[in-house]
C-alpha cells in the first residue's frame, strides 16, 4: 500500500497544472495533522518543477549533475587548504554535467509543452549541484535556486600549496661544535600580518568565486547552444519535409 511520502512524491512528480487538484484530492482522504500537512504544500513554479521532472524521469543525469558538483567543490576545497586537486578537470566535468541536466530537462519540459527559461534553469541546476548538503527529499523543489558566492566556502583555511624550503646550510668539518644557543618560542604575528593573511584568504576565495561564476556562464552558453542546434535540426527537417510535400503536389497536378 502506497504510503503517504510516496503519494506526495506523486503529487511532484506530476503535471504542472494538475498539481493544485491532486494536493487537494490527496489531502481530502486524510484526516488530522496528515491532511493539514498536505494542504501546506507549495506548487512548484516551472523552473523547480523541471528539475524535479529530471529527478524523477532521467535520475542518471540527475545523479552524474550532483556527483559532479560534489567533486568541483571538493576540488576547490582541496586547493585552497593546499592539498594537490585538479581543479579544472573537475570544472571541465562540472560544466558538461549542467550541459547535459539543462538539454535534458528542457527536453522533458517540451514533451509537457511547458518552457522554462534557459538561464534561470541552468543558474538552479548549478545551485543544487554545489549544495554543501543534497535536498532532504530530492524532486520536491518549489522555489529557483541561485548558485552561491565565495561565501559557500567560508571557514575553509587558505594555505600555501608548496611550504619555502630552509637555506642549504654547509656541512661542517667533523669535531667541530657550533655553540649551543638557546631555543626561542615563535613569537605572535603582528596585527599587520594577521591582516594581510585575511586579505590573502578573501582574495582566494573570490578568486574561486570568480571561475565558478565564469565557469556558469560557459555552462549556461553550451546549454542555449546545444539547444539552438536541436532547433536548427527540427527546422531543417521541417523545411525538408515542406518541400517533399510540395514535390508531391505538383507531381500529382501535373498527370
Known amino acids: 500500500m502506497p504510503t503517504l511520502e510516496s503519494k506526495i512524491d506523486d503529487l511532484y512528480r506530476g503535471g504542472l497544472d494538475q498539481f493544485t487538484a491532486a494536493r487537494n484530492a490527496l489531502a481530502k482522504t486524510l484526516s488530522g495533522a496528515e491532511a ?3 494542504r501546506k504544500l507549495a506548487k512548484p513554479s516551472l523552473v523547480p518543477w523541471t528539475v524535479n521532472q529530471l529527478y524523477w524521469r532521467a535520475r542518471s543525469t ?20 593546499g592539498r594537490r586537486a585538479d581543479v579544472r578537470s573537475a570544472g571541465d566535468a562540472h560544466r558538461a554535467a549542467i550541459a ?10 517540451a514533451d509537457a509543452n511547458v518552457h522554462p527559461a534557459v538561464d534561470a534553469l541552468t543558474r538552479t541546476v548549478e545551485a543544487l549541484s554545489l549544495m554543501k548538503e543534497p535536498p532532504e527529499t530530492p524532486g520536491r ?9 565565495f561565501e559557500a ?45 585575511r586579505q590573502r584568504e578573501a582574495a ?8 565558478r561564476k565564469a ?8 546549454a542555449a547552444a546545444a539547444l539552438a542546434r536541436e532547433a536548427a535540426a527540427r527546422a531543417d527537417q521541417a523545411v525538408a519535409d515542406a518541400e517533399a510535400d510540395l514535390k508531391a503536389l505538383q507531381a500529382h497536378a501535373a498527370r
Open 100 to 109: 547535459d541536466a539543462v538539454k535534458e530537462s528542457m527536453r522533458i519540459a
Open 204 to 211: 582566494a576565495r573570490a578568486h574561486a568565486a570568480a571561475v
Open 36 to 38: 493539514s500537512r498536505v
Open 62 to 81: 540527475y545523479d552524474r549533475l550532483l556527483t559532479s558538483g560534489a567533486r568541483l567543490r571538493k576540488a576547490q576545497i582541496d586547493a585552497l587548504e
Open 141 to 149: 523543489l518549489t522555489e529557483p535556486l541561485q548558485p552561491a558566492g
Open 153 to 197: 566556502l567560508a571557514g575553509v583555511p587558505v594555505r600555501a600549496t608548496h611550504e619555502p624550503r630552509a637555506p642549504h646550510k654547509p656541512r661542517e668539518p667533523r669535531g667541530h661544535h657550533e655553540p649551543s644557543e638557546p631555543k626561542t618560542v615563535p613569537r605572535e604575528p603582528t596585527k599587520q600580518e594577521r591582516e594581510e593573511a
Open 215 to 222: 565557469e556558469a556562464a560557459l555552462a549556461r552558453a553550451q
